[in-house]
C-alpha cells in the first residue's frame, strides 16, 4: 500500500526537470508552467477534500485572496516586507476557514457548494467594496518579488513546483493513512464515520482550514511574482475552473488536478480567437468531459492500475439512502 | 460495569418511539432484544450510541452519565455498534473496512499523516496484521482484498462485526445482524458473538429470528410499541401472553 | 412616505426579476433534483436576444430564445441520464456552470463589455404623489401572471400533477407509471419559459452586460433558498424579498455593498438551518 506513495510525485519531478530544460529554448513555457503551478498547487488540495471527503469547495480563490491581500495590506499599510508576511498569508485565511467551516461542512454537497460559492462571493465583495483599506476596484499594487528567487523566473517556477511536487506527495502519503481512511469514510457514510469514532466536524474543519492555509500560501506566491492583487485577480470564476480543474483531470487521483491545470492553461495557449471567446469553447469541452469520462482524464491513462472504474453496487450510500431510511 | 440506560422516551413528530425505556446491559453477558417492526429496537440502539438524542431519559456507561456525548465520543467509551443496513465503502477492500475499525485506538499524528512518518506507516503495517488477525480468529473466510462491494449481505455482515470488534469495545450493540444471511454464515456469527462474550464484551443483538436468538442469548427483552412488555429467561419472555399476541398477532397479519 | 412608495416600487420590479428565475430554479431542482446554476445566464441570453430583436417582436424573440437555452439544459441533462451518470450530481451541476460560462464568453464576444437594454414602455404614473415607472409596473405583473399561471398548471393540469409526483419521488412516480423523463424535460422547458420572461423583464428594467448572469443565478438561487425552497409561491416570495433588500441595501449601504445581498442571504439560510443533514439530503441543496 505504501510502497507508491512516492510514485506521482516522482512522475511530477520528472516532468519539473524537463519543463527546465525545454524551458531553455522557449523561454515563453516558463511562464506558462508557473500558471500551471499555481492551479495545480490550489487544484492538489481540493481534489484531497473533494476528491476524497466530498468537500465541495467554491472558495478556495478566496482564500487564496485572503492570504494575498493580507500580505499585501500588511505591506502597504505597515511595510512588513513578504519574509514577515508569509506566516499571517497562510494562518489568516486557515483560521477564517475553520471558524466559518462548521455550518457550511455538515451540510450536503450542493449546499456545500452553493455556500462556499455565496461565501467567496462575500469575500470579493468586501475587497472590492473597502475602498480606503483595500485599494477597492483598483487593488494593491507595487508589492515586492518573491523572497530568494525574486524576480527569476526559473527561481519561481522551481518553488511553485516544488511545492506542488510536496503537495502530491503529501496527498498520496494521507490517503493511505488512517486519517486518509477516516476521511473517505466520511464522504462514503458520515454516520459510518462516526460509528468509528470519527470526530466529523472537527475532521473536516481541520482539512478545509489546511487547504485554505495552501490557497493563502498561493495568494502569497501570486501577489508578490505579479507584485499585485485586487478583487478581480483571485475570484470566483477561478473557483469554479479549480473545480472544473478537478475533476476533468480526476478527482481520484493526486495528479489529477494537475493535469486538470495543464489542460486549461495550455488550452487557454492554444485556442485560436480572443480571450473572451475562449469560455465557449472551454464550456463546451468541460460539458464533454463531464458527459464522457466523469471520471477525468487520467481515468484514461490509469484505468489498468487499480483505481478502476466505480462500478454501482446495491450498497447504500449517503447519497442514496437518508439516514432514517437506512438506520 | 455495565450500560444502563433509565426511562428512555424518544419522539418523531407525533411518534412515540420509545416509552420509558429501563434496561442494562452487563459486560459478558448476551442479550437479546426482539419486537414486531416499528417496536423501538433501532431506535433504542440509536439512543444508547448516541445517534438520536431521547426526549427524556438517560444513559449511563460504568457509572458516567453519557447523555450529552456524540455518537462518535461515546465509541471511545468502548460502545461499538453495527447497522441494520450495512454501511461500507463499497469502493474500498475488505481488509480497510475492518482496519477502519481500529480508528478510536490507533494514533493519528496530523504531520505525520501527510508526511507518511515511520511510525505512521509502522502503525499502519501493525493495523494491516491486525486485521489479517482479526479476520481469520473470526473464522470468517471472505478473501480480505475483495471489494466490499461485492459481497454477499453474509459476508459484510460479518465484516461489520469485525469491525466493531476491531476498537476492543466493552461492548457490542449488533442490530440485526443474522437477517437475510445463510445458516452456515449464522453459525460463525453465533461463534463469534459467544467468544466476545466470553472474552468479556456485553452484547446486545436485535434480532427477527427468534431461535436464533433464543439458542444465544441468556436474557431476552421484547419490545412492543416503544414499551418493555416482557423481560427475563427466553423461554418465559417467549410464552409470555402480552408478548405473544404483540409479535405473532403482527407477523400473522403481515 | 413618498419615499417608501417608490423604494417599494423599485424593490418589487428588481424583485420580479429574481422571482422569475428563482421560480424557474425551484421547478427545475423539484423535479429533477438539477440545481440549473445557468438559470440567470438562460435569461441574460433571452434579454440580449430580445434587446438584439427590439420592439415590437422582442419580447416574444426573448421568450423564445429562453425556452431553446431551456430544451438545451434538458438535452444535456438526458444525455447524462442515457450514461447513467445521474448518481453523482456534481458533474450535471457542473456542466451547468459551464453552460454559464459559454453563454457569458459568447455575450461578451457577440456583445462586448457594454450592456444592453430594451424599451418597451417609456414613462412614470403617479400614484399620490409618488413617482412610478410604468415598466416597473410591467415588471411585477409579468412576474405575478408567471406565478398565477405555474401554480396554476401544477395545481390542475395533468402534467403538473405528474411534476408534482416526480418531485415528492421519481422512484414512485415512475412506478405509478409517469414518464418521468419527459416530465423533467417539460420541467425544464417551462424553466427557459420563466427565464425567458426574466430575461425580457431584466433587459427593460436594469439592462443586461456579460457580467449579468452571475448575479441574477446568485439572485435566483437565494429567492429559491430562502423560504424553503419548495414550491413557486416560496420561490416568488423570496425573490421579490431579495430584490428588495438589494434595494434598500442600494439606498443605505456604501456603494458595491449591496452585490453581496443574495451571497448573504443565501449564507444565512444555509448555515442556520437546523438539521441541515436530514432536511437536505441528496443532490438538494
Ligand atoms: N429518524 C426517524 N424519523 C421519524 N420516525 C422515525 C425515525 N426513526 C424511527 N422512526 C419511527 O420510530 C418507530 C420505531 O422505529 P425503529 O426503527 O426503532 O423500529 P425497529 O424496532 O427497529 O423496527 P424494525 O424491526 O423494522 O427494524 C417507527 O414507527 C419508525 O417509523
Ligand atoms: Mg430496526
Known amino acids: 500500500m505504501s510502497k507508491s506513495v512516492g510514485r506521482n510525485a516522482g512522475v511530477l519531478t520528472i516532468v519539473m526537470l524537463g519543463i527546465l530544460i525545454v524551458g531553455q529554448g522557449h523561454s515563453s513555457l516558463y511562464a506558462t508552467a508557473i500558471t500551471v503551478g499555481l492551479y495545480a498547487l490550489l487544484g492538489v488540495p481540493l481534489g484531497l477534500i473533494y476528491g476524497c471527503g466530498g468537500v465541495l469547495s467554491l472558495a478556495q480563490a478566496a482564500f487564496a485572496a485572503i492570504g494575498g491581500y493580507a500580505s499585501a495590506l500588511l505591506f502597504s499599510h505597515y511595510h512588513l516586507p513578504p519574509e514577515a508576511t508569509l506566516l499571517p498569508a497562510i494562518i489568516v485565511p486557515a483560521l477564517f476557514a475553520y471558524v466559518v467551516s462548521r455550518p457550511i461542512l455538515r451540510l450536503p454537497e450542493m449546499s456545500m457548494a452553493l455556500a462556499t460559492l455565496a461565501l467567496g462571493l462575500l469575500v470579493e465583495v468586501v475587497f472590492s467594496s473597502s475602498g480606503g483599506l483595500t485599494g477597492g476596484y483598483e487593488g494593491v499594487t507595487g508589492l515586492p518579488p518573491i523572497p530568494i528567487v525574486g524576480n527569476s523566473r526559473v527561481g519561481v517556477l522551481l518553488l511553485v513546483w516544488s511545492a506542488v511536487i510536496i503537495c502530491v506527495y503529501c496527498y498520496d502519503a494521507f490517503r493511505t493513512s488512517a486519517r486518509g481512511r477516516a476521511l473517505i469514510a466520511i464522504h462514503v457514510d458520515r454516520l459510518l464515520a462516526e460509528s468509528v469514532g470519527i470526530p466529523v466536524a472537527r475532521e473536516l474543519s481541520l482539512l478545509f482550514a489546511i487547504t485554505a492555509g495552501i490557497s493563502g500560501f498561493v495568494g502569497w506566491l501570486y501577489a508578490h511574482y505579479l507584485g499585485y492583487i485586487g478583487p478581480g485577480s483571485l475570484n470566483v470564476h477561478l473557483s469554479a475552473n479549480l473545480l472544473f480543474m478537478v475533476v476533468v483531470g480526476g478527482r481520484k487521483y493526486s495528479l489529477g488536478p494537475v493535469l486538470g491545470a495543464a489542460f486549461f492553461v495550455f488550452a487557454g495557449d492554444w485556442l485560436p480567437g480572443s480571450a473572451q471567446a475562449h469560455g465557449m469553447v472551454f464550456g463546451a469541452l468541460i460539458v464533454l468531459v463531464l458527459l464522457l469520462v466523469p471520471e477525468g482524464l487520467l481515468s484514461l491513462v490509469q484505468s489498468r492500475f487499480r483505481w478502476k472504474r466505480v462500478a454501482s453496487r446495491p450498497i447504500p450510500q449517503s447519497s442514496q439512502l437518508s439516514p432514517e431510511q437506512s438506520l | ?254 | ?285
Open chain 3, 1 to 285: 412616505m413618498l419615499q417608501v412608495v417608490e423604494f417599494a416600487a423599485n424593490g418589487l420590479a428588481l424583485g420580479a426579476i429574481y422571482a422569475l428565475v428563482s421560480m424557474a430554479i425551484t421547478v427545475i431542482w423539484a423535479t429533477s433534483d438539477v440545481l440549473d446554476i445557468s438559470s440567470g445566464a438562460q435569461a441574460t441570453f433571452a434579454g440580449v436576444v430580445a434587446a438584439a430583436a427590439g420592439m415590437p417582436w422582442g419580447p416574444v424573440a426573448g421568450v423564445v430564445a429562453g425556452i431553446l437555452t431551456g430544451a438545451t439544459i434538458a438535452g444535456v441533462f438526458q444525455m447524462f441520464h442515457l450514461r447513467g451518470a445521474l448518481k453523482d450530481p456534481v458533474p450535471i451541476i457542473l456542466s451547468t456552470f459551464a453552460v454559464l460560462i459559454m453563454i457569458e464568453s459568447a455575450i461578451l464576444t457577440v456583445v462586448g463589455p457594454e450592456g444592453v437594454k430594451l424599451t418597451v414602455v417609456a414613462g412614470v404614473v403617479e400614484v399620490g404623489g409618488a413617482i412610478i415607472l410604468i415598466s416597473s409596473l410591467v415588471a411585477v405583473a409579468c412576474a405575478t401572471a408567471s406565478l398565477v399561471v405555474v401554480a396554476l398548471l401544477l395545481r390542475f393540469t395533468p402534467i403538473g400533477l405528474n411534476m408534482r409526483a416526480s418531485a415528492i419521488s421519481e422512484k414512485s412516480a415512475r412506478l405509478v407509471g409517469i414518464a418521468v423523463r419527459q416530465t423533467q424535460t417539460f420541467a425544464f422547458v417551462l424553466g427557459g419559459v420563466l427565464v425567458g420572461i426574466a430575461g425580457v423583464v431584466a433587459a427593460m428594467l436594469v439592462g443586461l452586460s456579460y457580467s449579468s448572469p452571475f448575479s441574477l443565478t446568485l439572485a435566483g438561487l437565494g429567492g429559491a433558498l430562502l423560504f424553503g425552497r419548495k414550491t413557486p409561491q416560496a420561490a416568488f416570495l423570496g425573490g421579490m424579498l431579495i430584490g428588495l433588500a438589494e434595494t434598500l441595501g442600494q439606498a443605505y449601504l456604501p456603494s458595491g455593498w449591496s452585490a453581496g445581498t443574495s451571497s448573504l442571504v443565501i449564507l444565512l439560510v444555509l448555515a442556520t438551518s437546523r438539521n441541515a443533514a436530514i432536511a437536505f439530503s441528496g443532490a438538494r441543496p
Open chain 2, 1 to 254: 460495569m455495565k450500560i444502563a440506560a433509565r426511562d428512555l422516551a424518544v419522539r418523531f413528530g407525533g411518534i412515540t418511539a420509545l416509552d420509558g425505556v429501563d434496561f442494562e446491559l452487563n459486560r459478558g453477558e448476551i442479550v437479546g432484544l426482539i419486537g414486531p417492526n416499528g417496536a423501538g429496537k433501532t431506535t433504542l440502539f440509536n439512543c444508547i450510541t448516541g445517534v438520536v438524542a431521547p426526549n427524556a431519559g438517560s444513559v449511563v456507561v460504568d457509572g458516567a452519565d453519557i447523555s450529552n456525548h456524540r455518537f462518535d465520543l461515546r465509541v471511545h467509551l468502548g460502545i461499538s455498534r453495527t447497522f441494520q443496513t450495512p454501511r461500507v465503502n463499497a469502493h474500498g477492500t475488505v481488509l480497510e473496512a475492518v482496519m477502519l475499525g481500529f480508528n478510536p485506538i490507533v494514533k493519528k499524528p496530523l504531520f505525520g499523516s501527510f508526511f507518511g512518518s515511520r511510525s505512521v506507516r509502522k502503525a499502519e503495517a501493525d493495523m494491516e496484521s491486525r486485521a489479517h488477525n482479526l479476520i481469520s480468529e473470526l473464522g470468517i473466510t471472505t478473501d480480505p482484498t475483495k471489494r466490499a462491494g461485492d459481497l454477499s449481505l453474509g459476508a459484510l455482515r460479518l465484516v461489520e462485526v469485525a469491525r466493531a470488534l476491531a476498537a476492543g469495545p466493552h461492548y457490542l450493540l449488533l442490530d440485526e445482524p443474522a437477517a437475510g444471511i445463510d445458516e452456515n454464515d449464522q453459525g460463525v456469527l453465533a461463534n463469534v458473538i459467544r467468544k466476545a462474550a466470553k472474552d468479556g464484551i456485553g452484547v446486545l443483538i436485535v434480532e427477527h429470528n427468534v431461535p436464533f436468538v433464543a439458542d444465544l442469548c441468556g436474557r431476552l427483552i421484547a419490545l412492543v410499541q416503544g414499551r418493555i412488555a416482557a423481560s427475563g429467561e427466553p423461554s418465559g419472555v417467549l410464552s409470555d401472553p402480552h408478548f405473544v399476541r404483540a409479535y405473532l398477532g403482527d407477523s400473522n397479519a403481515g
